[in-house]
């Protein structure tokens, strides 16, 4: 007799899981995370500054901004936020966005997931702060999820970038 599977379960999925140590105390680094006027200074890739159109920092709200591209070309996304707890954890879905920030698929890759679920978690570690993030896709195929999880070292690139711009705007905090 052939077992089948049970169609309600999940495929098998790799976490994205990424972590830095920030000099800076726990209390300062979630504010950086959730005042807009602290996120436009070191969000996006390195070199990159972006422009911020609509943030709404509560459950259910968004980050939705924007980058010009070295080749002449806009990007835009979005974070919409799932769950706070304030100064412990930041938990949204991230997508890329047309201009009025509708989810649409990467612009450079078809079959990337069109939603990501990102959760970040702040722990104190004396007057420093380890910041811990762990994404996966969000009801993707088979096939996005490959992509996904074959991306993980492009991911660490790129956001080694953001938290160099991140440790880099803290230390102008710091002093």
Known sequence: ME?????????ARQEFTFERVLNAPRKLVFEAYSQVEHLKNWWGPKDMPI???????????????GMALADGGFSYGKLTYTEITSPEKIAFLTS???????????????????????TTTFIAEGDQTRVLSQAYPVNAQAD??????????????????MYDNFAAYLETLNR
């Open 96 to 118: 890329f966005t047309d201009a009025d920030g509708n989810p649409i698929r990467h612009p450079m890759a078809a079959n990337w997931p069109l939603e990501v679920h990102t």
């Open 51 to 65: 422009t911020v159109f609509d943030f709404d920092f509560q459950q259910g709200g968004s980050f939705f901004y």
């Open 3 to 11: 077992t089948q599977k049970n169609p309600s379960e999940a495929p």
């Open 144 to 161: 996005e999820v490959a992509l996904f999880e074959s991306a993980f070292s492009g991911m660490t690139q790129g956001n080694d970038g």
